[in-house]
């Protein structure tokens, strides 16, 4: 799976921001290969230097897709929707998504230990 991750700082105006967000989804919604959302709202920074409100992803089967996805219509209009909400101070990222669930990674620590 891929992602595109934006992050939202802290030198956002966060209440506009979640006044015109409903416009942006509505845009990113339409990208064709959408398969999920997801929203972290930051509530404490425990090292760093960079402050977010929120972290968003948005999940695409792979690369390509979300690449295409991008490059469509709807990609950049909403593309456009958040350089205005953010005033440009978006970061815009994407990266391979994988994930594992815990019991399984314990599964193949216990397999060592059998040996």
Do not use: C
């Amino acid at each position: 799976m891929y992602q595109l991750i934006l992050l939202i700082p802290t030198s956002v105006d966060i209440k506009s921001f979640d006044e015109g967000w409903p416009s942006f989804l509505d845009a990113v919604e339409q990208m064709p290969g959408l398969l999920r959302e997801s929203v972290s709202r930051v509530d404490q920074l425990i090292y760093g230097k960079e402050y977010f409100h929120r972290i968003y992803t948005f999940s695409f089967p792979d690369q390509k897709t979300l690449e295409k996805s991008l490059l469509s219509s709807p990609g950049e209009k909403a593309g456009k929707i958040i350089h205005d909400l953010t005033g440009g101070r978006v970061t815009l990222m994407t990266a391979d998504f994988q994930e594992d669930s815990l019991d399984n990674i314990q599964s193949f620590t216990s397999q060592k230990t059998d040996l």
